[in-house]
Structures are given as C-alpha cells and as structure tokens.
C-alpha cells in the first residue's frame, strides 16, 4: 500500500527566506507525486506534479520539487517565499497516471513572518 | 471565470438530523469527488462520479450518501450525522483523461451540535 510522511507539522520562515518541504512516500511501483497547497478558507490547488522524466519539476507560484528515487522523496521547494505563501502544503502520491485517487500526506503548515 | 462553488460555506446541524451540502461546477468536468477533511488531516476520498457512475470507497459510512442530478452539480447527503463527522468537505472535479488534475472548491464546514 502507498503512504506518504510529511515531517514537519508546522515551518515558520521569514518573508524572502528560502522553503523545503519534506516529502517521503512508500510505494512499490513507480509513484505519480503531487503538491497541493491550501489557502486559508479555500480549496487545494494544485501546485506541480511529477509522472516521469527529468527529476526536477516546475510548479505554479515559483516552486519547484525534486524527486529523489533513492530516498524516497519529493520535496518541495521555493527560493524566496512571499507572505502569500503562508498556507497548507499536502504531498500526495497516486498509484496511475490519470487516476484520481491520491494518498495525500497529513498537510504541513507554513507560517510567514514579516 | 470557470470553478468549483460550494454551498453553504458553513453549515450547522443537529445531532442525527439529515444534511445536505452541495456542489456544482462551470468547467463541465465529467468527475466529481467528495472528501472529508477533519482538523489537521489529510483531505480523504469519499465517493466520485464518472458522470452518472457512482464509485464509493471501501471505508466510506453507510451515512454518506451522493446524488449527481447532471453534470454540473453534486450533492452529500449525511443522513444522520454524528460529532465525529465534523469536518470540512471538499468537493473537486477533473476532467476523465486528467483526473490527477482536479479542481477543489472552497470547501463547507460542517458542525454538528
């Protein structure tokens, strides 16, 4: 069965700081990966998905992730975070590309300090 | 502009009385889905529709219940709710070929007294 461990609970950083976000998943096939971010009072969106080719993939609103085989990771980054940034982050992996069943990791929360 | 609404935003009801919360969507997606979402989890699948197909998951109560009257919207019926089914809903869509893809709406909060 897949899972998915987000380390972190709760990240302050400061406005223009860098972020990562840490990522690992267990799963015995080739894993489809997603980031989703989550605003205060609003839905997931969709911030970058990895299926296959070059490692490192580039999302929305400047963030990037990295898959890493042999660790098991997926995480995500973003050079210089914004107060904007602040909300939900939720690592998910999936069994099938086009497949819309996700394991969605249990969300890490991203505070912005001036 | 194309989206995914949810109606009510909050949504307070009583200890084992029926609820209703409801979906509906411009971007003419052929899947919905519902989540459940409780404090500081992890969003969990529900049920989804291929259209007019209803696909329930495994661990999904009995209590939970959709309707799709057309593809636009989507309903969660709780027909007896209890305190643990506090959370917040999510209702998503996504078209067929790219349902890794999906659209979330803001969510209803739902509280049970």
């Known amino acids: 069965a897949q899972s998915v461990t987000q380390p972190d609970i709760h990240i302050t950083v400061s406005e223009g700081a860098s972020l990562e976000l840490r990522c690992n998943y267990s799963?015995?096939?080739?894993?489809?990966l997603f980031w989703y971010v989550q605003s205060p009072g609003q839905g997931l969106q969709l911030l970058l998905k990895?299926?296959?080719?070059?490692?490192l993939v580039q999302g929305i609103k400047g963030f990037e992730a990295e898959f890493k085989r042999s660790q098991s990771s997926f995480n995500l980054r973003k050079p210089s975070v914004h107060w904007s940034d602040a909300a939900e982050y939720f690592c998910?992996?999936?069994?099938?590309?086009?497949?819309?069943?996700?394991?969605f990791g249990a969300g890490t929360q991203v505070v912005v300090t001036p | 502009d194309a989206m995914v609404i949810q109606n009510p935003r909050y949504q307070v009801t009583q200890f084992g009385k029926p609820v209703t919360l409801s979906c509906s969507q411009t971007?003419?997606?052929?899947?919905m889905y519902w989540y459940q979402q409780k404090s500081s989890q992890a969003p969990k699948l529900l049920f989804h529709?291929?259209?007019?197909?209803?696909?329930n998951e495994a661990d999904t109560p009995d209590n939970f219940q959709s309707r799709r009257p057309n593809t636009s919207f989507c309903f969660l019926d709780i027909r007896s709710p209890g305190l643990g089914d506090a959370a917040m809903y999510l209702c998503?869509?996504?078209?067929?070929?790219?349902?890794?893809?999906?659209?979330f709406g803001p969510g209803t909060r739902l509280l049970v007294l």
């Open positions: 971007l003419n997606h052929n899947v």
């Open positions: 998503a869509t996504s078209t067929r070929t790219q349902q890794e893809t999906q659209y």
């Open positions: 990895y299926f296959s080719g070059d490692t």
């Open positions: 799963y015995g096939a080739t894993p489809y």
């Open positions: 998910a992996v999936g069994a099938l590309r086009g497949w819309g069943k996700f394991q």
């Open positions: 529709y291929y259209d007019k197909d209803f696909n």
